[in-house]
Nanobody
Framework: QVQLVESGGGLVQAGGSLRLSCAAS????????MGWFRQAPGKEREFVAA????????YYADSVKGRFTVSRDNAENTVYLLMDSLKPEDTAVYYC??????????????????WGQGTQVTVSS
């Protein structure tokens, strides 16, 4: 079992920045990658970004590329999502999740085994 706790969400004006954190505990040694997803009201949960745990390879959705940066701190078992130049369409509940296997596609929701409770990000225009 892996437990994930997100933090750092909030209300920000368009053009502003936020940094989300996701602290992992439990059986984290089996983690291949950690991902960030988001879900806006009435929409499907979508991939945002991911990072492989051992070598730090990063993946981004086209909608956030160049604005968001995913990073990790292996010693602290924490993954971060720095969100710059935020837009109203970034408003959503953001979730972090763990992917245990390298053969799973990191951009696919079904590849992830454990999920956090989510943190709300609201961007006002």
């Amino acid at each position: 079992q892996v437990q994930l706790v997100e933090s750092g969400g909030g209300l920000v004006q368009a053009g502003g920045s936020l940094r989300l954190s996701c602290a992992a505990s439990g059986r984290t040694s089996s983690t291949y990658a950690m991902g960030w997803f988001r879900q806006a009201p009435g929409k499907e949960r979508e991939f945002v970004a991911a990072i492989t745990w051992s070598n730090g390879v990063r993946y981004y959705a086209d909608s956030v590329k160049g604005r968001f940066t995913v990073s990790r701190d292996n010693a602290e078992n924490t993954v971060y999502l720095l969100m710059d130049s935020l837009k109203p369409e970034d408003t959503a509940v953001y979730y972090c999740a763990t992917n245990r296997f390298s053969w799973r596609v990191v951009t696919t929701r079904n590849s992830y085994d454990y999920w956090g409770q989510g943190t709300q990000v609201t961007v006002s225009s």
